[in-house]
């Protein structure tokens, strides 16, 4: 190797070490921080200011997630389903989509935070509810909710489409019988990466969900998930510990999450 | 099936594309109607350019100087620090790594992404703000570090697209391996490599949560890159809970000033990534 080279070697070599150096790290530094704290008692069923259990906020999580993705789910799929069997290519309304699609993934999530607070909170007259949070979140994972599940589709052969056709299927049980249940790994998969940027997310969630940390009983009432409790944690400062044992239950999560998106994601690329 | 069926869910197909043009269009019309007063009352020299930002004087006093300066600063330094480390990661991956370690070190950069920014914030408070200080410097290694997948993806993508007699030419030209890549493949690709740095730009100029955690947070001009500073986003996240009235419509302002920054980012990138296409 010429000196020239071995330099260029070197740093192509230590800037990959540093990146996933810095994963590493930061995964063992939560795990030391975090799991001394990791006690039953923050997992007990109620939040009290001397007990900062994050059992509420766990369900309150769940019951979030569930609600956004019921909402964007079946528009973003929807919608695939439109850009990817129905419109016509170079269509007006398909740039447009496409480009706002772009745009709406783009927007930071304070933005969204923002927005849900005027639109949903104010205007709508909602209050800090879970039922505006979800909305508000499920405006923001739309954009990868829609791109995941054209990229699936698309996938699809179209070979198997025209076979279809040939036999006498329309356009619409095509798509419900042919293409969807072969895109459907490839859905999923769109699907559970969303769910992780909802468990991830703060900021879109403080001025629309609020901060209470409770269970809700309904939509109509405020609840915060884990990442907000977190939040909550660190900007109380009095809980900072505890808040790095939620961090080790929220860093367990979403290593879940990854790794069960790029499992289906896998199956889905060895069949094709 | 029947036709009416058919076209029915055709309809439906066609409403639910165009949500995401609704969507868009709310939030603007939200930000812009809501925010944009405030700016015109005040004068939008005084409201974007003045260096004092005192909501509790009386009279309240309105300028977001400070928290623009502070999100180019951190947003610059994040740039700085993790543009070099994605696209020199970005090249290991595309041309350097053997299959079994890409296996493993990809994950790792998706996983990377998926870890919340709250997360990302409680690791900076303990592990990057004792040795640098709530300051921009905290802030911009921690920005520096989330921007990371967003500026690897990107730029692999577009190195992989370089087409392979780029790299072969240069071989039989005499070339090595990491001179083949790094004076051939990479400039072909310094479109991709561009779009990387803008999105990773909104990326940084967008994040809040880990930036609050680390940066200080003080409410004037930034002084050091070891003193702390506020961005735009944290500005609306602290005090939103409890502001009123004229001091609300201020930071919802900042939120619309902040959306302005992001679409023109956005533009520039798709710029870039459809002149390529």
Redesign the interface.
Known sequence: MRPSERILAGLTWTAAAATVGVLFYLIVFILIKGIPYLKPSLFSLTYTSNNVSLTPALVSTVIITAMSLIIATPLGLFAAIYLTEYARRGNRAVVLVRMTTETLAGIPSIVYGLFGLLFFVTALGWGFSVLAGAFTLAIMILPLIMRTAEEAILSVPDIWREGAFGLGAGRLRTVFRIVLPAAMPGILAGVILAVGRIVGETAALIYTSGTVAQIPATPMQSARTLSVHMYALSSEGLHTDQGYATAVVLLVVVILINAASAWIARRFGAKK | ?NDK??RG??A???L??????L??A??CF??LV?GLPMIFRSGPLTFLLGKEWSPADIPPVFGILPMIAGSIYITFGAIIIGL??????A???AH??PKRIYGM?K??????A??????????G???IVPYTGNSILSACILLG?MI?PTV?AIAESALRAVPEQYYRGALALGA????A??GVVLPAARSGVLAAAV?GI?RA?????AVI?VAGNQARMPVSWLKGARTL?AN??IE??YAAEQHREAL?AT?AV??VF??I??LT??ALTRRKA
């Not at chain 2, 100029?205 to 949560?209: C, K, R, S, V």
């Open positions: 099936m069926l058919e869910m055709g439906i197909f066609f639910s594309a165009a949500a995401s043009i969507a868009v709310l939030i939200f930000l809501n070099p480390v994605g696209v020199l990661t090249v290991y991956l350097v790594c070190v994950p790792g950069v998706d996983l990377l998926g870890i919340p920014s709250v997360v990302y914030g409680f690791f408070m303990a592990a570090i990371l690897v090595g391996h990491y001179r890549v790094f999105l909104g100029i967008g994040e809040t949560m955690m986003t609306i996240v939103m809970g919802i939120g902040l959306l992001i679409l980012i956005n990138f798709s």
